[in-house]
């Protein structure tokens, strides 16, 4: 699917490759570009040029697009501009590079670097490394400096340091050391050496105190992290000069061509160093960025454009930053209005919750719409609020099912506990939610989506949600013990375990197997599958009382470290459970909270698993990651179905983990989820090493495994809804035994019966 970028007229024709679809071009560097990442496509206009020849603007106004580069990216930890473009240094695995792009974004060639290592504006990286000895008479410091210019490593200076420490910055037309020592005394003195690239000491500047460097590639400038003074470093009277102060407030600056750049984490400024009167740049909120904190925007140099980081979105970091004339500015977007309910317990998710990345850029790209938030949460009774509103004819746009825990996973009434949030599923009817089939059969087709999970979300027909992600929750046992069993009950699952106690045990709380029960789309059972389930329930831990002694984390035998990381599987790993009930979102392995893949259950088994829909239901319930619907009395519709299919993209869809798993969810688009089990193939190499653990999986059964899971969904499992409450508390009375299993299972079944005929 393509999607429409922001452009405005003012900056047409250097925009307009930026344009960029949400499919895909292949990079033009030759690394290959993991499944579903961005890729930049076409002929871009250079940034440089063209900002250089734009005539001056009468009433500049910053706005910020999406930028990408043409090449699989890492979220990078430092970046500078140069004359010919940008160098970003990024985190990897097999250790840390140096990546240089021209002006339109091109990837160029990769330096290696060091941890830590500083780019030049000359095109040199810079390694900087310190090794620790001492010997029987004193410790001591061995450091090595070397540059990478044009792909050649070069040793520039080495040397060793007692009773103190050394950093290093480059400086105009060479480097600066920064040398701290005590005496005997316990004295500090401070000293600035000042070398020519070649590694000869040119001059030494005596300095009172430590300072933080802030380079501009030609005047070296020191910031006094003290008093805010920030200094010039004279070489020729080899003194420091005052040349600015940073304002009250302000949590980082930089020195840029004659310019101080601050910010205060709300905003960003600049004036002429040593000047007065700063000048208010943009807001960060204004162009969507939040949660800045001490981050500044790299000036890309001779332009006025900036290139900001956003490490907190994981799928569109960057965003080019430059100044348009404000006549040139598109009329006021139509809102959309997105309800959420998150408590301020939880505001840790941000007011944009779970959809950060997708509100971001969808504002940042869409020429006719805005998302805005309104968070019920923020009321004494949420639901209550929101049913008030849409009653009253304020209905928002979109409503966010999703559920909000800090606790993370899906306990049952341990989940109230635990301070969840969300809308009362019991919302998601005809009456309340717009039928999205037709939106999508309009738009998009059905092909476009998987077919089980797409037929398992419909009701009667209609389409009353969209859940773009989710994950299944399963059983899994030994293939060997299941081969030619289809157990049609919990009961015939305990004669296959070798006794009830040992289908679940501490690895499975009664929380959770009562969640997985009763909280899904299936409310036709009868007294006697009920009193099956509660049977079963009756010998697990409540996650409220459980006996530590019963976690398979405190077994004596074995180091800690793989007690600890086998978490609940380790009764599997023990012999002790036969079975496990596990919330799975990969074929392979997973870190995604609360989820794991079928490779590590298999390893955990030792032998090859089979897949287990509850015993009864035929299939297998999905678990929403995010979930939205669309009011019937919604004022917009066309706009909020329009960031639906936004969602639906892959770049926000397929987001792999490092290690094969699906971070937001198994993606419902057919395409993401296809190009994510292609590059999940790529990684399944048939063991997991983990601590002192060595486990072994064939990853073609656990492919198989996964399909099945996926192809066999047939059901929604939701919590907090009326009658999944009423159920669960009805069984307490078998529990606390006031009540015999024969009359408590009666009692539930009747709930339900009356329950379906409420719902016709």
Do not use: H
């Not at 009667?460 to 009950?489: M, N, T």
């Amino acid at each position: 699917m393509k999607n429409k970028y922001r452009i405005t007229a003012a900056v047409l024709a250097l925009f307009t490759a930026l344009s960029l679809g949400l499919g895909a071009c292949a990079p033009e560097s030759g690394e290959d570009t993991p499944a579903g990442a961005a890729s930049a496509c076409g002929t871009r206009e250079d940034w440089q040029a063209v900002l250089a020849t734009q005539a001056p603007l009468q009433e500049p106004v910053y706005v910020s697009e999406i930028y990408e580069f043409d090449r699989a990216m890492y979220i990078p930890t430092e970046a500078a501009a140069s004359p010919q473009g940008l160098y970003l240094r990024v985190a990897r695995e097999d250790g840390d590079r140096v990546w240089e792009f021209d002006s339109q974004g091109r990837f160029l060639r990769e330096y290696p670097c060091s941890r830590p290592c500083w780019i030049g504006r000359d095109g040199s990286v810079w390694n900087f490394e310190g090794r620790e000895s001492k010997d029987s008479a004193s410790r001591y410091i061995d450091y090595s400096l070397s540059r990478s210019r044009d792909g050649q490593l070069s040793q520039v200076l080495s040397f060793r340091q007692e009773q103190g420490s050394s950093d290093f910055f480059p400086a105009a037309d060479g480097f600066c050391l920064y040398s701290m020592s005590w005496d005997e005394n316990n004295q500090g003195s401070f000293s600035l050496g000042i070398y020519g690239d070649d590694g000869t000491l040119r001059n030494t500047i005596e300095l009172d105190s430590w300072y933080q460097a802030l380079g501009d590639g030609g005047e070296l400038y020191l910031l006094s992290r003290e008093t805010g003074d920030i200094f010039r470093a004279d070489t020729e009277s080899l003194s420091l000069v005052r040349a600015d102060v940073l304002d009250e407030g302000c949590l980082s600056c930089s020195v840029q061509g004659g310019y101080l750049y601050e910010s205060d984490g709300v905003s960003f400024y600049r004036r002429e160093l040593g000047g007065s009167g700063r000048e208010t740049l943009f807001s960060y909120e204004d162009l969507g960025l939040i949660n800045v904190g001490a981050r500044l925007p790299v000036p890309i140099g001779g332009t006025e454009a900036f290139l900001f980081i956003d490490y907190l979105n994981e799928v569109s970091p960057y965003r080019l930053i430059y100044p348009v004339e404000k006549s040139s500015l598109p009329a006021e977007r139509e809102q959309i209005v997105l309800a959420v309910n998150i408590p301020g317990e939880v505001w840790g998710y941000e007011p944009y919750g779970l959809w950060r990345n997708e509100i971001l850029d969808f504002n940042a790209v869409s020429p006719e719409y805005e998302l805005v938030i309104r968070n019920y949460g923020l009321e004494p009774e949420p639901q209550a609020a929101l049913n008030t509103d849409i009653a009253a004819g304020r209905a928002p746009d979109l409503i966010d099912m999703s559920l909000y825990s800090p606790g993370g996973g899906y306990e049952g009434e341990a989940w109230q506990e635990l301070g969840a949030a969300g809308f009362e599923p019991g919302f998601i009817t005809e009456a309340n939610c717009e039928d999205l089939l037709p939106l999508l059969r309009r738009d998009l087709g059905t092909d476009a989506l998987l077919a089980g999970p797409l037929e398992a979300m419909e009701k009667d027909g209609k389409l009353l949600s969209l859940i773009p992600g989710f994950s299944i929750c399963s059983i899994l046992g030994p293939a060997s013990l299941l081969e030619g069993q289809e157990p049609d009950s919990f009961s015939q699952l305990a004669r296959l375990a070798g006794g009830g106690e040992k289908v679940f045990w501490a690895g499975v709380s009664r929380e959770e197997f009562m969640y997985y029960a009763f909280a899904n789309s299936r409310r036709d059972y009868d007294a006697g599958q009920i009193a099956d389930i509660l049977s079963q329930a009756a010998l697990l831990n409540s996650i409220c009382d459980a006996d530590p002694a019963l976690k398979p984390w405190y077994y004596e035998d074995g180091p800690d470290a793989k007690e600890a990381w086998l978490g609940d599987l380790g009764d599997v790993w023990y012999g002790s459970q036969r079975f496990t009930l596990q919330k799975l979102s990969s074929p392979l392995w997973s870190t995604a909270e609360d989820t794991v893949g079928i490779a590590t259950v298999e390893g955990i088994f030792r032998e090859p698993v089979s897949v287990l829909g509850q015993p009864g239901s035929g299939g297998f319930y999905l678990i929403p990651e995010r979930e939205l619907v669309m009011p019937v009395s919604a004022g917009n519709k066309e706009g909020a179905w329009e960031f639906m299919k936004f969602v639906l993209d892959d770049r926000y869809l397929l987001q792999l983990n490092f290690d094969g798993s699906f971070r937001q969810g198994i993606p419902l688009s057919r395409g993401a989820y296809e190009k994510g089990m292609e590059a999940c193939r790529k990684k399944a190499g048939g063991s997991i090493q983990q601590e002192n653990l060595s486990l072994s999986y064939e990853p073609e059964n656990c492919f198989a495994q996964f399909e099945e899971l996926v192809n066999g969904v047939n059901g929604i499992c939701r919590g907090g809804d009326g009658i999944y409450a009423a159920l669960t508390q009805s069984a307490q009375a078998w529990f606390s035994g006031d009540k015999s299993l024969e009359q408590v299972s009666r009692d539930m079944a009747s709930r339900l019966e009356i329950y379906i005929a409420e719902q016709g």
